[in-house]
């Protein structure tokens, strides 16, 4: 490869994925044979297993996400908080015992109406075995107040009312 040379994306993925050669016929019934052997297998798997692979697949999204340059609306911390509580399989009033949290702060939560606490970050935390660290949750909802502060257009309008700038070139 050349230096300073752009590799495309079909480039890179032929390169590290092996082509199949196989009839659209033949790669369905490969498919339809794939999907029978990890359907059975996730039928063999204990619950605490499966339990596990469920919160390994969201500390996955939530790295993801924490990393990423991007932000998106949809991965809030209620997001995530919905995630962790479906992973679990637990209704919102057995998961708010559980953690020592009333139903309405729950809620409120869920419905992006409250931010939580360091309290409640900490109980996460615990709750999940340390599978999922209270840095996490707390990487999530700083993220989110990121994407708020640098679109709340009408806050920095009004802001900018009230300063004077230097007169100095910007950085």
Do not use: C
């Amino acid at each position: 490869m050349k230096k300073g040379r752009i590799i495309t994306d079909k480039e890179l993925a032929e390169a590290h994925v092996f082509p199949h050669n196989l009839s659209d016929t033949e790669k369905g019934k490969a498919d339809k044979e794939l999907w029978e052997i990890r359907k059975k297998r996730l039928q063999e798997m204990t619950s605490e297993k499966l339990l596990l692979a469920q919160l390994m697949s969201l500390k996955f999204r939530m790295s993801q996400y924490i990393s990423s340059n991007i932000y998106d609306n949809k991965y809030s911390f209620s997001y995530f908080l919905k995630e962790y509580i479906n992973s679990l399989n637990k209704n919102k009033r057995d998961f708010s015992e559980e953690i020592s949290l009333h139903n309405t702060q729950l809620s409120r939560l869920l419905h992006d109406k409250e931010e939580p606490n360091n309290n409640i970050l900490i109980r996460l935390d615990i709750h999940s075995n340390n599978s999922i660290p209270a840095l996490y949750w707390l990487r999530v909802v700083e993220k989110q107040k990121e994407l708020e502060l640098m679109s709340d257009k009408n806050l920095w309008d009004s802001e900018t009312k009230k300063v004077k700038k230097l007169k100095f070139v910007r950085l």
